[in-house]
């Protein structure tokens, strides 16, 4: 059984500021990883996948992740954040089956 | 771009109704998905479709039902809602990324 998990469930920052949102799993087999944002009442979006290779990966909008096996992470950064990155951020983990798992989301304030 | 598409938006309702919500999606997708989130953002996986066969069945109350006729549509009916119901209910259609929809507000008095 998979499991996700996010730490921090609000994470504050200025605008400009880089953020790192964390996610860490717990699966012994292959995965493939991913992270969603939720703007206020919208659906998830993707921003950025991992399954195999380099294990930094890019995304929209400026963020990028990065893939430990050793540490069961794959967490989310921005080296600059801008206002309009308010929001709710969703790691997920899918096996080789079609079943996803999502971590319990991280709630980004960019202050002005 | 929308390519997950949901109706209603929003539906406030009666304990012991029944209600019906509506999915379809543009991007000739396989796998379609029905997710609850709940008031603190809580992301659970219900059913799962693969070509109008139900491949993921999560423990959910026997009141809730899948209807899918074809692979670009997915329907969700509650038989008898309780107020626990109460929730946004996400669509999702999927290759291996997910495309979700904006999502169905149930709300039951």
């Known amino acids: 059984t998979q499991t996700v998990s996010q730490s921090d469930a609000h994470v504050t920052v200025f605008e400009g500021d880089s953020v790192e949102l964390r996610c860490n799993y717990s699966y012994g087999g292959s995965i493939y990883l991913s992270w969603y944002i939720q703007h206020h009442g919208r659906g998830l979006q993707f921003l950025l996948k991992?399954?195999?290779?380099?294990?930094v990966v890019q995304g929209v909008n400026g963020f990028e992740a990065e893939f430990s096996k050793s540490d069961s992470s794959f967490h989310l950064r921005k080296a600059s954040v801008h206002w309009s990155d308010s929001a709710v951020y969703f790691c997920a983990v899918r096996t080789g089956g079609y079943k996803v798992v999502f971590g319990s989301g991280t709630r980004l304030l960019v202050s002005p | 771009e929308t390519a997950v598409f949901q109706t209603p938006n929003y539906h406030v309702t009666q304990v012991g109704n029944e209600v019906s919500f509506n999915c379809k999606q543009t991007l000739g997708h396989d796998t379609m998905y029905w997710y609850k989130q709940d008031s603190k953002k809580l992301l659970k996986i219900m059913f799962s479709y693969n070509n109008k066969q139900l491949i993921v069945n999560e423990t959910v109350p026997r009141r809730f039902s899948p209807q899918s006729s074809d692979k670009a549509h997915l329907n969700l009916r509650i038989k008898s809602v309780e107020p626990e119901d109460s929730a946004v209910y996400l669509c999702?259609?999927?290759?291996?990324?997910?495309?979700f929809g904006p999502g169905t507000r149930l709300t039951v008095l």
């Open positions: 999702a259609s999927s290759d291996y990324e997910q495309y």
């Open positions: 991992y399954y195999s290779g380099n294990p």
